[in-house]
């Protein structure tokens, strides 16, 4: 008998991303949202809610703090090093809104990925995505499909 598919849930009160197999949660990690909130408005920089699924994974062994810009590798953050800079790091899974009203999802470049922003983790502090510390989103990468569902609950 198979497992029941994974799934992946996110929590906007909780500021938590939970991988799931049926009702099980098989891993937990927190993440940010968008520290403008929610919606799914172009250039908003909000967090959209509902139902999607990842269209694309990028990052495959890529080492820890790799820096993506435009979904290819141009080199590679350190903890400790100073920026303004707001990366998308480590991984990418880029979503795609599965309901007519996040339908833009993924025009929006709405992703799960790391950031050089780790402190502000359990916090909104993005600006559309849902971050992840590094190694939790590296570690979440290996265990999801292309395909898998993911849900955006308030």
């Given at each position: 008998?198979?497992?029941?598919?994974?799934?992946?849930?996110?929590?906007?009160?909780?500021?938590?991303?939970?991988?799931?197999?049926?009702?099980?949660?098989?891993?937990?990690?927190?993440?940010?949202?968008?520290?403008?909130?929610l919606g799914t408005e172009p250039g908003s920089y909000k967090t959209p809610l509902g139902r999607?699924?990842?269209?694309?994974?990028?990052?495959?062994?890529?080492?820890?703090?790799?820096?993506?810009?435009?979904?290819?590798?141009?080199?590679?953050?350190?903890?400790?090093?100073?920026?303004?800079?707001?990366?998308?790091?480590?991984?990418?899974?880029?979503?795609?809104?599965?309901?007519?009203?996040?339908?833009?999802?993924?025009?929006?470049?709405?992703?799960?990925?790391?950031?050089?922003?780790?402190?502000?983790?359990?916090?909104?502090?993005?600006?559309?995505?849902?971050?992840?510390?590094?190694?939790?989103?590296?570690?979440?990468?290996?265990?999801?499909?292309?395909?898998?569902?993911?849900?955006?609950?308030?």
């Open positions: 008998m198979q497992p029941p598919p994974r799934k992946i849930q996110v929590s906007i009160a909780r500021q938590e991303l939970q991988l799931l197999e049926g009702e099980q949660v098989v891993a937990a990690y927190p993440v940010s949202t968008s520290k403008f909130g999607f699924r990842v269209a694309e994974r990028h990052g495959e062994g890529a080492p820890l703090g790799t820096i993506f810009k435009s979904r290819q590798p141009v080199g590679l953050w350190n903890p400790g090093d100073v920026t303004e800079d707001d990366y998308v790091l480590t991984r990418i899974l880029w979503l795609e809104g599965l309901e007519e009203h996040n339908a833009n999802t993924k025009d929006r470049y709405i992703y799960i990925h790391g950031t050089n922003q780790e402190e502000q983790i359990g916090q909104p502090a993005s600006i559309g995505c849902v971050r992840m510390k590094n190694a939790d989103v590296a570690a979440l990468y290996d265990l999801v499909p292309e395909g898998v569902e993911v849900e955006i609950v308030a």
